[in-house]
């Protein structure tokens, strides 16, 4: 249906819409590039398809193939827990990411995905570069090629040092990420000892200074824009957002990241690694990872039905098509594969004189009313160490010592958790171990707990519901379709051109790029490869 769309929107337009199925090619790829829109919606596709160029989204899904059913099938969707899902084949049950934090029973603290305090920063004086994949579980397919393939490299870029980590997986020959605060890329010591000199050159030219000097305006005439709200974006030549830190406090790059010129300096980093990184120049396949986070924290501040967001797509939609274009040059396109998803979805934001069903949920009140609940049942005590990610966990030694059992403190907080405004369903951790939900919510719930990382109830929130957070005005977290259906868009001469319409679980992207890669799927990999798009 999407493809029809395009097809019918370019030939409105009189662009050929030309389709590569007889074209292909049956060699393995000398490249395979990643790209992960951070928070992107598959209803982007189709709600902004009309006012997208003819070389970014529109050559990606005419000339490629669409999966217009790909689906995330676990309940917390995060963006750690995605990125880990396309890379490892499996959901979060497997590997292990259940969220961006967690709470660690063994230390009594919480974890942040990828932190790692025994690593230091490469390429700055600032402490920014303390990540490491060392606390990830499961192996990535890059992983798998580097075991496979002598000279295969993989390198992963993004604003975000999970994002950079969690794409490389273990074996990673080079991750690179922004330090917010001084705007130049780093790494850590756990990749190399120093800075190649590209980087350096790169950091020491200054160009970062001009993305944030930028100033954010619309970038189509005003009525041709779907989406009406907006705070920071210039419609007129008198307003607008302007990124001149200059101006401002020394070292704040923050608005750079959340404005389309943090996708843009990510989309022109990438270019360069891949010409001095050597990335598809011989017949050893290279994986090269792009994670555009901005796009995620445009949706989060600005929210589903913003001029910013829907701009900053028009946006992202020539970087891809620059993008594209230099790949097909420096590549070939019969040698490359491009594969674009995202981590998860998006809700939409919370409006007073809506009558859709919708609310804020509050932690911090939810974990008072729970500790209260606690000490009525059970006496005084710290019962309640932690309420992180929609878990609770509980302070199991307290409950051992003073006689109680687990599962029925678990129960009875479950069964109180459920009377909470905003509250669906809620689970305890010994039903979640011991039981087999075969669909639906509460089997998402099961592909979201991992023993190890897991509290002792997890939650889940009523649709339309998000937690509240400062600043973020559209969420992710649920299992609603809202938040785990995304595009996966595969691209190159590797690969078909058809839309696949069924459902594709999102841990097929691993198995079905080891398959054309001609490689092992990730150990721990539970998806199996897309045939339609397969090409023998």
Known sequence: MLRKLFILLLAASAIPAARAASAISRHKPRLVVNIVVGQMRYDYLLRFADNFGEKGFHTLVREGSL???????????????????IVTGTDPAMHGVVGQRWFNYTTGESVDLAADKKAFTVGSDEYDGQYSPRGLIASAVGDQLKATVRDAKVVSVALDPVSAVVMGGHSADAVYWLNGKNGRWVTSNYYVSALPGWVEKFNDSGSVAGYSSQKWEISRPLKAY????YTDIAVDSAKGISFDFLTRKKYDYDRLCASPAGNTLVKDFAVQ????????NDDAPDILNIVFDASRRIGEKYGTGSIELEDSYYRLDEDLAALLSFLDTQVGRDRLLVVLTSDHGASDPIRANSRVPAGLFDNGQFSA???GFLGAQLGTGDWLLKFENRQVYLNRGLIYQKGHKLEEVQNAVANFAIQFSGVSQAVTATALQN??????????????????????????????????????ISDSGSPYNYDTHVPLIWYGGVVGNTDVEHDVNMTDVAPTVADILGIAPPPAATGTPIAEILVK
């Open 67 to 85: 999966c217009t059913r790909a689906m995330y099938d676990y309940a917390l969707t995060r963006t750690g827990s995605g990125l880990a899902t």
């Open 226 to 229: 779907h989406n009406e709200e």
């Open 273 to 280: 690694a891949i010409i001095y990184e050597g990335l598809g």
């Open 369 to 371: 009313i729970i500790s």
């Open 435 to 472: 039981g087999h939900f075969t669909g639906g919510v509460m089997g998402r719930m099961q592909n979201s707990f991992f023993p190890r990382n897991s509290g002792d109830v997890m939650i889940n929130l009523m649709p339309g519901w998000i937690e509240f957070s400062e600043g973020v």
